[in-house]
């Protein structure tokens, strides 16, 4: 079974600050992918950034990017310039052939003005 | 691009009384789309998978006859819950990808609010 964990149900990082978002997974499969969703209090699930298992290069969007660390099984996610608008839950998902999701529990960051 | 429409986003209805959700991928073809229910502050949980012109797949624990998933084209699904109680209240979010097989993200809708009284 896939199991995705999240170990800090809540942050919070000063605008324009650094902050770190950590998740973990266990999985047997050599081939999957890895997904940082955000949700704003609005409740859309927005796609943040995603990474599939066979890129030893770490996936960057703007000021999002993550380290992936395949052996050590972990994602997470590092958000720079960190603005007002980033304030949302943010969930780390796991994807295995056939488009099999699984959700870490989440991560609620707060940006404080 | 990639634009997943959910309607309605807020309902509110008798406990008894039949309610019926529409997921619709609006630019492009969704081969399967998912269904998920969520808590307050909880993660999704995934509650069935449904390709298009098939039977949906029910994650274990999720009664068939009460969540009925029908996704009769590219672009629609639906999920009607048969006879709603107050237990069922909750959001319900679908998603949507264009790859039967992989890489490709899920898009998710807006979701949809479901209070039962």
């Known amino acids: 079974a896939q199991t995705v964990t999240q170990s800090q149900p809540e942050m919070s990082v000063q605008e324009a600050e650094t902050v770190t978002l950590s998740c973990t997974y266990d999985?047997?499969?050599?081939?999957?992918?890895l997904f940082w969703y955000k949700q704003p209090p609005s409740r859309q699930m927005i796609l943040v950034i995603r990474?599939?298992?066979?890129?030893?290069q770490n996936a960057t969007e703007n000021r999002f990017s993550v380290n992936f660390q395949k052996a050590a099984k972990s994602f997470s996610l590092k958000i720079s310039d960190s603005q007002l608008g980033d304030t949302a839950m943010y969930f780390c998902a796991f994807m295995k052939h056939p488009n099999q999701f699984y959700f870490g529990t989440g991560t609620s960051l707060t940006v404080i003005p | 691009g990639a634009v997943v429409s959910q309607h309605p986003s807020w309902v509110i209805c008798k406990s008894g009384t039949s309610v019926k959700i529409e997921c619709r991928s609006l630019d492009f073809q969704a081969t399967t789309m998912f269904w998920y229910r969520q808590f307050p502050k909880q993660s999704l949980m995934l509650m069935a998978t449904?390709?298009?012109?098939?039977?949906?797949?029910?994650e274990q624990g999720v009664e068939k006859d009460k969540f009925l998933i029908n996704h009769a084209s590219l672009t629609l699904s639906t999920l009607t819950v048969t006879s709603a109680h107050p237990e069922d209240s909750s959001f319900y979010i679908c998603?949507?990808?264009?790859?039967?097989?992989?890489?490709?993200?899920?898009?998710f809708g807006d979701g949809t609010r479901l209070s039962i009284l």
């Open positions: 990474q599939e298992a066979y890129k030893q």
């Open positions: 998603s949507a990808t264009t790859d039967r097989g992989f890489s490709q993200p899920q898009h």
């Open positions: 999985t047997s499969e050599n081939n999957y992918y």
């Open positions: 449904s390709n298009e012109g098939s039977k949906a797949t029910y």
